[in-house]
């Protein structure tokens, strides 16, 4: 007799990957598998270790262990349809494509990809590529607006143009900065002026990102910068309270209600957001009714500026003296753990943790299904 078709949508979280956030990954994939409605969905966990191997079937906890062992001996494997495993970009066959040697050539089909993987090489547009090739409905934004919005300069840009004002910056190639490091500095200097902040172009979770008050302290701020990408990002520090804003949608996104960040340290780097717990999380920011609003406006419009789709969260300055709102970034795969501000804020806007996790697959749906409208899809 023949089996029944499962009625559940195969749902493939992507977590891990090659990024320096590859643990903050790890706990967020933890918490959506954790929450995906097990009467509606059959999750297929899918990890991507430090070196780039990807393997279905196996947990955060094990990918975790694996990627400090680098032994097949840690490795936790769930069923038969479980193993090493790569992407298959022929779009007849969509899903997984299994490598070991006694399941060579078997497929691992999905419905749906709920990529959670923070940083480079999966945030940035790349992973997203892969997706559209193998013309897999995915979760979150796009080509475009992932790699816009991981490109903290690019972005800046087009926030800019769109009306929302941006903190006076500076961009330098690394190349620039090793060959002509003090005209550099110069010109932050007589630019910028101290305290002014340095980031790695590319990056998240505050990685390779600065302050910097003295020359000295410039210095090895570009320098580390510099250790993470090829482009770096010198900033205006701005005097004002940190304020995100989750969105939530596609053609007719929706804001959350404001938050505010009050760090531990001098700024929300990345001890104060995963390691040392005293940072405060001040849900819904304490803001007069207009000035929430208008945030929350900002927001939205941040997020078409990019295009983006699925889901971001939209961060600020507000001005402490003159109440300006200030965008600093957009990010296009937030913070998804269960004491992330990206679902909290939700919480506080009314929408659950289960609840937002299945409308965002819903909308990858969604939008996947508007993309088969247009010529170009080929179906």
């Known amino acids: 007799m023949k089996a ?17 956030e590859h643990e903050v990954s790890l706990v967020s994939a933890n918490s959506i598998m954790n929450a995906l409605n097990p009467d509606k969905y059959e999750v297929i966990p899918v990890g991507i270790t430090r070196q780039g191997s990807w393997m279905v079937g196996i947990k955060p906890d094990s990918l975790l262990e694996y990627s400090r062992s680098r032994t097949a001996g840690c490795l936790a494997f769930a069923g038969a349809n479980s193993g090493k495993a790569s992407l298959n970009c022929d779009p007849a066959n969509k899903g997984l494509m299994l490598l070991d040697q006694q399941k060579t050539g078997e497929n691992v089909q999905l419905d749906v990809l709920f990529p ?4 480079t090489y999966g945030e940035d547009g790349t992973l997203q590529g892969m997706l559209e090739l193998a013309d897999l409905p995915y979760v979150g934004c796009g080509v475009m607006a992932s790699a816009v ?13 769109a009306g929302i004002e941006v903190a006076p910056y500076r961009e330098f190639l690394r190349s620039v900065w090793r060959s002509e490091p003090e005209a550099v500095i110069e010109e932050i200097e007589n630019s910028l002026g101290y305290p002014c902040f340095v980031k790695p172009v590319n990056s998240g979770s505050s990685v390779g990102i600065s302050k910097a008050k003295t020359r000295e302290s410039l210095k090895a701020a570009m320098d580390l910068a510099a250790r993470y990408d090829r482009k770096i990002l010198v900033e205006s520090h701005v005097d004002g309270r940190e304020i995100e804003v989750s969105v939530l949608g596609n053609d007719r996104p929706i804001a959350s209600v404001p938050g505010e960040i009050v760090p531990c340290n001098e700024f929300y780097d990345y001890t104060a957001k995963y390691v040392d717990d005293r940072s405060e999380l001040m849900i819904p920011a304490d803001l007069p009714e207009e000035v929430a609003e208008a945030i929350r406006q900002t927001a939205i419009k941040a997020y078409r500026a990019l295009d983006c789709a699925g889901m971001a969260r939209v961060d600020f300055f507000l001005d402490r003296k003159a109440g300006r709102i200030i965008i600093n970034e957009i990010n296009t795969i937030p913070g998804f753990t269960s004491v992330s501000m990206y679902p909290k804020l939700w919480e506080a806007t009314g929408i659950s943790y289960p609840e937002l996790v299945d409308r965002l697959v819903e909308l990858a749906i969604e939008r996947y299904r508007d993309k088969q409208e247009s010529l170009s899809a080929g179906s």
């Open 4 to 20: 029944e078709k499962s009625s559940k949508l195969k749902v493939g979280v992507i977590f891990g990957g090659r990024s320096g």
């Open 116 to 119: 959670i993987i923070h940083g």
């Open 149 to 161: 919005g991981m490109d903290k300069t690019v972005s800046k840009r087009l926030f800019h143009e």
